[in-house]
């Protein structure tokens, strides 16, 4: 049986905070407001891997209110979210991922963030797909305000639970 799971997030830019996209620290005089990391593109995928099997959001499993999840590298929460899968019989086939910033620009790290997050899942590089978009100057993102992040994931169910 195969599941699909959507999942989405956006931070807010500020200074003196580092870049964190897709596991890679991206150069910039910028980063993410999160209680975490605040890597969108991580926190998308969890997402989608959890709505793949109706397991909730992010938030739920850790809550940016509890303070050990305060700082910590948003790898943690995609092993903890893979083994969630894997404790269910459950196999990634592929994610697909859209990041939505005005700049930097990623296309110099497309290839990098794609090994990251495939070293975090446990999956292939194949399985990975990593695309950068601008916000064309429209809305917070366009503005340069804030970075978005979407993804989608197929998953197949094993053993049925």
């Known amino acids: 049986m195969f599941r699909i799971g959507e999942g989405y997030d956006s931070h807010r830019l500020v200074e003196g905070r580092a ?10 005089a910028f980063g993410s407001l999160g209680h975490s990391d605040g890597d969108a593109a991580a926190h998308a995928v969890c997402d ?19 303070q050990r999840w305060a700082g910590v ?5 995609l092993r903890e979210v893979s083994a969630m899968l ?12 859209t990041v939505i910033i005005e700049k930097p620009r990623l296309a110099p790290h497309i290839a990098a963030m794609r090994e990251a997050l ?18 064309e100057g429209l809305g917070p993102v366009g503005r340069g305000e804030a970075v978005e992040a ?12």
């Open 19 to 28: 870049l964190r996209i897709a596991c890679v620290e991206v150069p910039a």
């Open 48 to 66: 989608a891997l959890l709505g793949s099997l109706a397991l909730g959001d992010i938030g739920t499993h850790f809550p940016p209110g509890e």
């Open 73 to 77: 590298d948003s790898r943690v929460f």
């Open 86 to 97: 894997e404790a269910r019989s459950v196999r990634l086939l592929n994610v697909d991922v």
């Open 118 to 135: 495939a070293e975090a899942l446990g999956c292939s590089v194949e399985a990975v797909s990593v695309k950068a978009k601008s916000g």
């Open 150 to 161: 979407r993804a989608v994931a197929l998953v197949e169910v094993l053993e049925p639970v």
